[in-house]
Protein backbone atom coordinates (compact mmCIF):
# COMPACT_ATOMS: atom_id res chain seq x y z
CA UNK A 1 0.00 0.00 0.00
CA UNK A 2 1.13 3.63 -0.82
CA UNK A 3 1.21 6.67 0.99
CA UNK A 4 -1.35 8.11 -1.17
CA UNK A 5 -4.15 5.78 -0.43
CA UNK A 6 -3.03 4.72 3.53
CA UNK A 7 -6.25 4.62 5.70
CA UNK A 8 -6.37 6.96 8.72
CA UNK A 9 -3.92 5.97 11.65
CA UNK A 10 -5.27 2.96 13.96
CA UNK A 11 -4.01 4.89 17.20
CA UNK A 12 -4.71 8.03 18.81
CA UNK A 13 -1.45 8.85 19.47
CA UNK A 14 -0.30 8.61 15.97
CA UNK A 15 -1.75 11.47 13.34
CA UNK A 16 -4.24 10.53 11.05
CA UNK A 17 -2.37 11.48 7.45
CA UNK A 18 -4.72 12.80 4.68
CA UNK A 19 -3.43 11.49 1.76
CA UNK A 20 -5.74 14.63 -0.56
CA UNK A 21 -3.74 17.02 1.65
CA UNK A 22 -0.55 14.92 1.23
CA UNK A 23 -1.00 14.83 -2.37
CA UNK A 24 -1.34 18.39 -2.86
CA UNK A 25 1.43 19.27 -0.04
CA UNK A 26 3.77 17.43 -2.45
CA UNK A 27 2.87 18.79 -5.57
CA UNK A 28 3.25 22.53 -3.99
CA UNK A 29 6.49 21.19 -2.45
CA UNK A 30 8.22 20.22 -5.50
CA UNK A 31 7.55 23.66 -7.47
CA UNK A 32 8.93 25.12 -3.54
CA UNK A 33 12.31 23.07 -3.82
CA UNK A 34 12.99 23.89 -7.81
CA UNK A 35 12.41 27.73 -6.66
CA UNK A 36 14.85 27.49 -3.97
CA UNK A 37 17.71 25.48 -5.27
CA UNK A 38 19.85 24.45 -8.27
CA UNK A 39 19.47 20.96 -7.11
CA UNK A 40 18.63 18.31 -5.26
CA UNK A 41 20.83 15.25 -4.79
CA UNK A 42 22.26 12.00 -3.10
CA UNK A 43 25.91 10.83 -3.01
CA UNK A 44 25.03 8.28 -5.83
CA UNK A 45 27.22 5.46 -4.17
CA UNK A 46 25.41 5.57 -0.84
CA UNK A 47 21.91 6.03 -2.37
CA UNK A 48 21.86 1.88 -2.54
CA UNK A 49 21.63 2.26 1.62
CA UNK A 50 17.92 3.43 1.11
CA UNK A 51 16.93 0.10 -0.02
CA UNK A 52 15.88 -0.94 2.99
CA UNK A 53 13.71 -4.38 3.38
CA UNK A 54 9.86 -3.79 3.15
CA UNK A 55 8.88 -5.36 6.21
CA UNK A 56 11.91 -4.03 8.34
CA UNK A 57 10.87 -1.15 11.00
CA UNK A 58 12.41 2.12 9.87
CA UNK A 59 14.37 5.60 11.43
CA UNK A 60 15.81 7.86 8.98
CA UNK A 61 17.63 9.90 11.55
CA UNK A 62 19.83 13.23 10.26
CA UNK A 63 21.60 16.31 11.38
CA UNK A 64 19.64 19.32 11.49
CA UNK A 65 21.66 22.26 9.64
CA UNK A 66 18.51 24.26 8.47
CA UNK A 67 14.76 25.36 8.28
CA UNK A 68 14.54 23.57 5.28
CA UNK A 69 15.23 19.84 6.81
CA UNK A 70 11.62 18.74 7.15
CA UNK A 71 9.98 19.62 4.14
CA UNK A 72 13.37 18.31 2.06
CA UNK A 73 12.87 15.03 4.54
CA UNK A 74 9.34 14.72 3.36
CA UNK A 75 10.03 14.78 -0.50
CA UNK A 76 12.85 12.61 -0.01
CA UNK A 77 10.85 9.89 1.73
CA UNK A 78 8.44 9.96 -1.34
CA UNK A 79 11.48 9.56 -3.33
CA UNK A 80 13.49 7.28 -2.16
CA UNK A 81 10.45 5.19 0.44
CA UNK A 82 7.77 5.54 -1.71
CA UNK A 83 5.65 2.73 -0.26
CA UNK A 84 6.28 4.31 3.50
CA UNK A 85 4.23 6.64 5.04
CA UNK A 86 6.33 9.34 6.59
CA UNK A 87 5.91 10.55 10.39
CA UNK A 88 8.54 12.84 12.43
CA UNK A 89 8.39 14.39 15.59
CA UNK A 90 8.41 18.96 15.97
CA UNK A 91 7.97 20.27 18.67
CA UNK A 92 4.12 20.25 19.38
CA UNK A 93 3.97 24.49 20.07
CA UNK A 94 5.30 24.90 16.10
CA UNK A 95 2.67 22.05 15.66
CA UNK A 96 -0.43 24.13 17.26
CA UNK A 97 0.20 26.84 15.17
CA UNK A 98 0.54 24.92 11.74
CA UNK A 99 -1.95 22.32 12.57
CA UNK A 100 -2.45 20.89 9.18
CA UNK A 101 1.27 19.53 9.76
CA UNK A 102 -0.26 16.70 11.80
CA UNK A 103 -2.40 15.47 8.37
CA UNK A 104 1.43 15.19 6.30
CA UNK A 105 2.82 12.87 9.14
CA UNK A 106 4.25 15.52 11.82
CA UNK A 107 2.97 14.40 15.96
CA UNK A 108 4.25 17.32 18.70
CA UNK A 109 6.51 16.61 21.24
CA UNK A 110 6.87 18.84 24.43
CA UNK A 111 10.16 19.22 24.64
CA UNK A 112 12.17 19.09 28.34
CA UNK A 113 9.51 17.46 29.75
CA UNK A 114 9.38 13.85 31.49
CA UNK A 115 5.83 13.41 29.97
CA UNK A 116 7.26 14.64 26.72
CA UNK A 117 9.51 12.51 26.61
CA UNK A 118 7.16 9.45 27.80
CA UNK A 119 4.34 10.39 24.70
CA UNK A 120 7.25 10.78 22.22
CA UNK A 121 8.78 6.96 22.71
CA UNK A 122 4.82 5.44 22.72
CA UNK A 123 4.14 7.01 19.65
CA UNK A 124 7.55 6.49 17.64
CA UNK A 125 7.30 3.05 19.27
CA UNK A 126 3.21 3.03 18.12
CA UNK A 127 4.80 4.04 14.19
CA UNK A 128 7.48 1.69 14.27
CA UNK A 129 5.06 -1.23 14.95
CA UNK A 130 2.58 -0.25 12.16
CA UNK A 131 3.81 -1.28 8.85
CA UNK A 132 5.03 0.47 5.68
CA UNK A 133 5.96 3.41 7.83
CA UNK A 134 9.10 5.31 8.37
CA UNK A 135 9.97 7.77 11.11
CA UNK A 136 12.49 10.30 10.71
CA UNK A 137 14.25 12.29 13.40
CA UNK A 138 16.81 14.99 13.80
CA UNK A 139 18.55 13.92 17.77
CA UNK A 140 20.54 16.89 17.94
CA UNK A 141 17.31 18.74 18.89
CA UNK A 142 18.53 22.46 17.42
CA UNK A 143 19.26 23.94 14.08
CA UNK A 144 23.67 22.78 14.02
CA UNK A 145 26.10 24.09 11.46
CA UNK A 146 26.83 20.70 9.31
CA UNK A 147 30.49 20.65 10.38
CA UNK A 148 29.76 21.22 13.91
CA UNK A 149 29.81 17.54 15.50
CA UNK A 150 30.24 18.32 18.96
CA UNK A 151 26.68 18.65 19.64
CA UNK A 152 25.23 15.51 21.69
CA UNK A 153 22.30 13.59 20.49
CA UNK A 154 18.78 13.80 22.32
CA UNK A 155 18.75 10.60 24.46
CA UNK A 156 15.38 9.86 22.27
CA UNK A 157 16.80 7.66 19.19
CA UNK A 158 19.17 5.75 21.69
CA UNK A 159 16.17 4.59 23.99
CA UNK A 160 14.43 3.33 20.29
CA UNK A 161 16.95 1.17 19.41
CA UNK A 162 17.85 -0.06 22.95
CA UNK A 163 14.20 -0.77 22.96
CA UNK A 164 13.39 -2.20 19.67
CA UNK A 165 14.37 -6.01 19.08
CA UNK A 166 14.15 -5.56 14.73
CA UNK A 167 14.49 -2.89 12.13
CA UNK A 168 16.63 -0.48 10.57
CA UNK A 169 18.87 3.19 12.28
CA UNK A 170 19.92 4.96 8.55
CA UNK A 171 22.04 7.88 9.29
CA UNK A 172 21.70 10.66 6.80
CA UNK A 173 23.33 13.58 6.69
CA UNK A 174 22.58 17.04 4.68
CA UNK A 175 24.31 20.12 3.69
CA UNK A 176 23.23 23.34 1.81
CA UNK A 177 26.29 24.44 0.08
CA UNK A 178 26.73 27.70 -2.55
CA UNK A 179 28.65 26.41 -5.84
CA UNK A 180 28.49 28.09 -9.23
CA UNK A 181 24.73 29.33 -9.06
CA UNK A 182 22.36 31.67 -7.67
CA UNK A 183 20.70 29.03 -5.92
CA UNK A 184 22.38 26.53 -3.35
CA UNK A 185 22.84 22.68 -3.81
CA UNK A 186 21.23 20.65 -1.57
CA UNK A 187 23.21 17.55 -1.05
CA UNK A 188 22.72 14.41 0.94
CA UNK A 189 24.47 11.27 1.90
CA UNK A 190 23.40 7.89 3.45
CA UNK A 191 25.29 6.11 6.36
CA UNK A 192 25.64 2.79 6.25
CA UNK A 193 22.57 1.58 7.58
CA UNK A 194 22.79 -0.04 11.60
CA UNK A 195 20.36 -3.26 11.75
CA UNK A 196 18.99 -3.21 15.10
CA UNK A 197 19.00 -7.06 15.54
CA UNK A 198 22.85 -7.28 15.17
CA UNK A 199 23.04 -4.73 18.44
CA UNK A 200 20.75 -6.56 20.97
CA UNK A 201 22.96 -6.45 23.42
CA UNK A 202 23.92 -2.38 23.66
CA UNK A 203 22.31 -0.72 26.61
CA UNK A 204 21.08 3.33 25.74
CA UNK A 205 24.52 4.72 26.16
CA UNK A 206 26.05 2.01 24.24
CA UNK A 207 23.28 3.15 21.11
CA UNK A 208 24.06 6.55 22.02
CA UNK A 209 27.76 6.63 21.49
CA UNK A 210 27.12 4.01 17.89
CA UNK A 211 24.54 6.19 16.44
CA UNK A 212 26.17 9.37 17.07
CA UNK A 213 30.11 8.40 15.53
CA UNK A 214 27.10 6.79 12.40
CA UNK A 215 25.63 9.74 11.98
CA UNK A 216 29.07 12.25 12.79
CA UNK A 217 31.13 10.27 10.26
CA UNK A 218 28.49 10.43 7.79
CA UNK A 219 28.51 13.99 7.86
CA UNK A 220 32.65 14.17 7.46
CA UNK A 221 32.47 12.52 4.86
CA UNK A 222 30.23 14.17 3.15
CA UNK A 223 31.70 17.27 3.91
CA UNK A 224 34.45 16.45 2.05
CA UNK A 225 32.48 15.93 -1.26
CA UNK A 226 31.22 19.17 -0.33
CA UNK A 227 34.56 20.78 -0.13
CA UNK A 228 35.84 19.01 -3.49
CA UNK A 229 32.52 21.03 -5.36
CA UNK A 230 32.31 18.55 -7.39
CA UNK A 231 28.74 17.09 -8.81
CA UNK A 232 30.40 13.87 -10.15
CA UNK A 233 29.62 11.68 -7.21
CA UNK A 234 26.00 12.58 -6.60
CA UNK A 235 22.89 11.96 -8.63
CA UNK A 236 19.87 14.27 -9.05
CA UNK A 237 16.55 13.94 -7.13
CA UNK A 238 15.26 17.23 -8.22
CA UNK A 239 16.49 19.57 -10.75
CA UNK A 240 16.08 22.84 -9.43
CA UNK A 241 15.98 26.79 -11.09
CA UNK A 242 18.91 27.86 -13.29
CA UNK A 243 20.74 30.97 -14.45
CA UNK A 244 20.44 34.42 -13.04
CA UNK A 245 16.64 34.64 -12.47
CA UNK A 246 14.59 37.96 -13.28
CA UNK A 247 15.22 40.59 -15.68
CA UNK A 248 19.07 40.25 -16.19
CA UNK A 249 18.52 36.48 -17.25
CA UNK A 250 15.50 37.43 -19.77
CA UNK A 251 17.81 40.25 -21.36
CA UNK A 252 20.58 37.78 -21.11
CA UNK A 253 19.20 35.03 -23.18
CA UNK A 254 17.47 38.08 -25.39
CA UNK A 255 21.21 39.36 -26.22
CA UNK A 256 22.13 35.57 -27.01
CA UNK A 257 19.16 34.98 -29.40
CA UNK A 258 19.90 38.23 -31.25
CA UNK A 259 22.98 37.29 -31.95
CA UNK A 260 21.68 34.04 -33.02
CA UNK A 261 23.61 31.56 -30.30
CA UNK A 262 21.69 29.59 -27.65
CA UNK A 263 22.48 31.04 -23.76
CA UNK A 264 23.27 28.27 -21.74
CA UNK A 265 21.36 28.55 -18.38
CA UNK A 266 23.31 27.97 -16.10
CA UNK A 267 25.97 29.79 -14.87
CA UNK A 268 28.78 26.53 -14.27
CA UNK A 269 29.46 23.09 -15.34
CA UNK A 270 28.18 21.37 -11.93
CA UNK A 271 24.65 18.94 -12.38
CA UNK A 272 24.40 19.84 -16.23
Known sequence: MSPTDRPAAPSADVPAVSAFLQNGF???LGR?????????????????????AADQPLIVFANHPSWWDPL???????QLFAGRQFYAPIDAEA???????AKL???GVRLGSPTGSAAFLKTSRTILAMPGTALWMTPEGRFVDPRDTEQPLAPGLAHLCSRAETGVALPLAMEFAFWEERLPE??????E???IAEHAGLDKPAWAARLTASLRDNQQQL????IARDATPFQELLRGSQGAGGMYERLRRLRGWLGGSKVAPQHGKQFQ
Open 26 to 28: HAF
Open 32 to 52: MLRRSFHTLAGERETLANANV
Open 72 to 78: VAHYVNR
Open 95 to 101: LDQYRVF
Open 105 to 107: GFF
Open 186 to 191: CLLRFG
Open 193 to 195: PIL
Open 223 to 226: AKRV
